[in-house]
């Protein structure tokens, strides 16, 4: 970033008595451009699937307790509220609780959770979920997996059968902005192993500053497809580069 301001302001024509305005874009400019071209729409996406009757697979990993399952019952709100039908895979089969959760879930929206019993191959579940949908019709299928840290090999080899086995339309990582410089470390190695396609980040609510946004698109070059603010249904957005960076600037 320094490197490019530099490019942009030495030599540059300013305004002698106060040079702050053109500072500031250069720098609102250059922290923009960290998050490359980042208008990915998850919804126009899904959109031109179901327009071709397909039915969209998206695979929702990331580490312990970074906001997956209530992010896809955020999700799958806001698909009911754009006039998608979609189903939930329940295949956290690992953490205790974890399938009771979304079955809740899923009863609070109106949304069919698919489930299998605690131990069952996650893998089987989404496919039994992704039957489910062709079948009923659905748009959907969005996979609730467990959480997994980076260095879990076990964990992380269910996570590649899942990719590969499954091959979802989407991969994305959930990670919590809160996470700090661990959460790109985090969504760099996700990314080496299964070929990510995203990035939603929680708990931006808890994250005055944003520095996660950063270091996160900066490491990894994938999108961020939607912001947590909450623990709300209602508290997910697509992310806006320019907003976020107004934001930051403005704190
Ligand atoms: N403040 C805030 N809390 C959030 C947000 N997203 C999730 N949470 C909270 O974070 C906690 C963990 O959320 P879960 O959705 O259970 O996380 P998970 O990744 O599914 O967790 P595991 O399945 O155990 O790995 C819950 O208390 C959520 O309410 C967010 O955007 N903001
Ligand atoms: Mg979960």
């Known amino acids: ?10 030599g540059a024509r300013v305004n002698r008595s106060d040079p702050s305005g053109e500072i500031k874009a250069a720098i609102r ?10 208008d990915f729409d998850f919804f126009n996406y899904l959109s031109a699937l179901k327009a071709r009757n397909e039915v969209a697979v998206v695979l929702f990993v990331g580490p312990n307790g970074a906001g997956k399952t209530t992010t896809i019952a955020k999700i799958a709100d806001s698909l009911g509220k754009r006039g998608f039908s979609c189903v939930i895979s329940a295949s956290d089969t690992f953490r205790k609780a974890a399938i009771e959760q ?9 949304v069919r959770v698919v489930k299998q019993t605690y ?3 996650p893998t089987a579940v989404a496919f039994d979920a992704i039957a489910h949908a062709k079948a009923s019709r659905s748009d959907v ?3 609730d997996t467990a959480g997994r840290q980076e ?5 992380v080899r269910e996570m590649e059968k899942m990719a590969r ?7 994305l990582f959930v990670g919590e902005a809160v996470a700090g410089n661990a959460l790109a470390e985090q969504a760099a ?5 299964i070929s990510l396609d995203g990035i939603v980040l929680t708990k931006m609510d808890c994250d005055a500053k944003g520095g996660g946004a950063f270091s996160i698109a900066f490491e990894t070059k994938l999108p961020i497809v939607f912001v947590g603010i909450g623990q709300e249904y209602g508290d997910i957005r697509p992310f806006d580069a320019e907003w976020f960076v107004g934001n930051v600037m403005a704190a």
């Not at 400019?29 to 980042?38: A, M, N, P």
């Not at 979304?102 to 109106?110: D, F, N, R």
């Open 102 to 110: 979304a079955s809740l879930h899923g009863e609070k929206l109106g």
């Open 29 to 38: 400019q250059s922290l923009v451009g960290l998050f490359g071209d980042s």
């Open 119 to 121: 131990g069952s191959d």
């Open 189 to 193: 190695s996700f990314n080496k192993a």
């Open 141 to 143: 299928v969005l996979i």
């Open 1 to 10: 970033m320094v490197a490019q301001l530099r490019g942009k302001l030495v």
């Open 151 to 155: 260095t879990n090999a076990n964990l």
């Open 165 to 171: 086995v499954l091959h979802p339309h989407l991969k």
